[in-house]
């Protein structure tokens, strides 16, 4: 009954008539349906990831260099810190002029390439694969600079040496604030071990010059550390660095206090003397041991 109202009827008659499109957007569907994957959207992909491949092997391949080129720099940069440990009353200004010249070797040969391979890239992408060398050379640079000078190397006095080896169109290789930091950090285990060699040659105005700068380099550092990004490596070096600066000062402490028993007269043949609270014949008697 209610089908036979004139509203329902035509709505059945509409539902039960096949609707069609419109004859333009039948068209599109159709065409969009069965559009095929044409030759020129294959061969546009192949090109995208030979690309990407070719990117990948030279990425690859320039880190393959940094790394070489950073453990060449490690590697001599220690050979400068060898030769600056070999300073002596007599020899002070002789063997300072051979470091410094083994420094600049170590800069125009090592550091040139890594400033070659970085340049106008971004280096923090392989700052990973540069940084132990950079902190090695960073350390006996600083190194040089305070047994010549009594003074710190800066940052930018480093960054300046850089310059004239790098390309003047391109972005040139900087020391970022961090490894500079890092290699500052390894700089006072080194000078805790220039610290104790020159007490032991009776050097005390020089042991103590160390021991006041290892110290102002901790008290700065216990600064800047805590607002760091998290860096466990730089946590760790500062619990090295305060053991230095305990040592030096230790050392220095026990000449001042016990300094006739710790180092003999200059000049003096006598050997049966106390070193740290020890005999001559017990330090002996211990190495056989």
Same mark, same amino acid.
């Given at each position: 009954?209610?089908?036979?109202?004139s509203?329902?009827?035509?709505?059945f008659?509409?539902?039960?008539?096949?609707q069609h499109l419109h004859p333009?957007?039948?068209?599109?569907v159709l065409t969009?349906a069965?559009k095929?994957?044409?030759m020129?959207?294959?061969?546009? *992909?192949?090109d995208?990831?030979a690309?990407?491949?070719?990117?990948l092997?030279?990425?690859n391949d320039?880190?393959?260099?940094v790394?070489k080129?950073?453990?060449?720099?490690?590697i001599?940069?220690?050979k400068?810190?060898?030769?600056v440990?070999?300073i002596?009353?007599?020899n002070?200004?002789e063997?300072l002029e051979k470091?410094?010249?083994?420094l600049?070797?170590?800069t125009?040969q090592?550091?040139s390439r890594?400033v070659k391979?970085l340049?106008?890239t971004?280096f923090?992408r392989?700052?990973?694969?540069?940084?132990p060398?950079?902190?090695e050379?960073?350390e006996?640079?600083?190194?040089?600079?305070?047994?010549k000078?009594?003074t710190l =190397?800066?940052l930018?006095e480093?960054?300046?040496t850089?310059?004239? $080896?790098?390309?003047?169109?391109?972005?040139?290789?900087?020391i970022?604030? =961090?490894?500079? =930091?890092?290699g500052?950090a390894d700089?006072?285990g080194?000078l805790m071990? $220039?610290a104790?060699?020159r007490?032991?040659?009776g050097e005390?105005e020089?042991?103590e010059?160390i021991?006041?700068?290892v110290?102002?380099?901790?008290?700065e =550092?216990?600064l800047?550390?805590?607002?760091?990004?998290e860096?466990s490596e *730089?946590?760790?070096?500062?619990?090295? *660095?305060l053991?230095?600066a305990?040592?030096?000062?230790?050392?220095?402490?026990?000449v001042?206090?016990?300094g006739?028993e710790?180092?003999?007269?200059l000049?003096?043949?006598?050997?049966?003397y106390?070193?740290?609270?020890?005999s001559?014949?017990?330090l002996?008697?211990?190495k056989?041991?």
């Amino acid at each position: 009954m209610f089908l036979n109202s004139s509203p329902f009827k035509r709505l059945f008659l509409m539902a039960s008539k096949p609707q069609h499109l419109h004859p333009i957007a039948e068209a599109s569907v159709l065409t969009s349906a069965k559009k095929p994957r044409t030759m020129t959207t294959v061969s546009a *992909m192949k090109d995208g990831f030979a690309n990407y491949t070719d990117y990948l092997n030279q990425f690859n391949d320039k880190r393959e260099r940094v790394v070489k080129a950073s453990r060449d720099i490690t590697i001599n940069s220690k050979k400068v810190i060898f030769q600056v440990h070999r300073i002596s009353k007599s020899n002070r200004e002789e063997v300072l002029e051979k470091a410094e010249k083994d420094l600049a070797a170590v800069t125009s040969q090592y550091i040139s390439r890594l400033v070659k391979e970085l340049q106008g890239t971004d280096f923090w992408r392989l700052r990973r694969a540069y940084s132990p060398g950079v902190q090695e050379y960073i350390e006996a640079a600083t190194l040089c600079k305070f047994c010549k000078s009594g003074t710190l =190397l800066d940052l930018a006095e480093i960054n300046a040496t850089l310059l004239p $080896l790098s390309d003047p169109s391109l972005e040139p290789l900087q020391i970022n604030v =961090l490894d500079y =930091l890092l290699g500052l950090a390894d700089l006072t285990g080194e000078l805790m071990r $220039l610290a104790m060699g020159r007490i032991s040659e009776g050097e005390l105005e020089y042991a103590e010059n160390i021991c006041r700068f290892v110290r102002d380099i901790y008290r700065e =550092l216990t600064l800047v550390v805590p607002h760091m990004d998290e860096n466990s490596e *730089m946590k760790k070096k500062m619990e090295v *660095m305060l053991q230095s600066a305990v040592k030096i000062e230790t050392a220095c402490f026990g000449v001042h206090v016990r300094g006739s028993e710790y180092i003999p007269s200059l000049g003096s043949t006598n050997q049966n003397y106390s070193y740290m609270g020890a005999s001559a014949i017990d330090l002996s008697l211990h190495k056989r041991a």
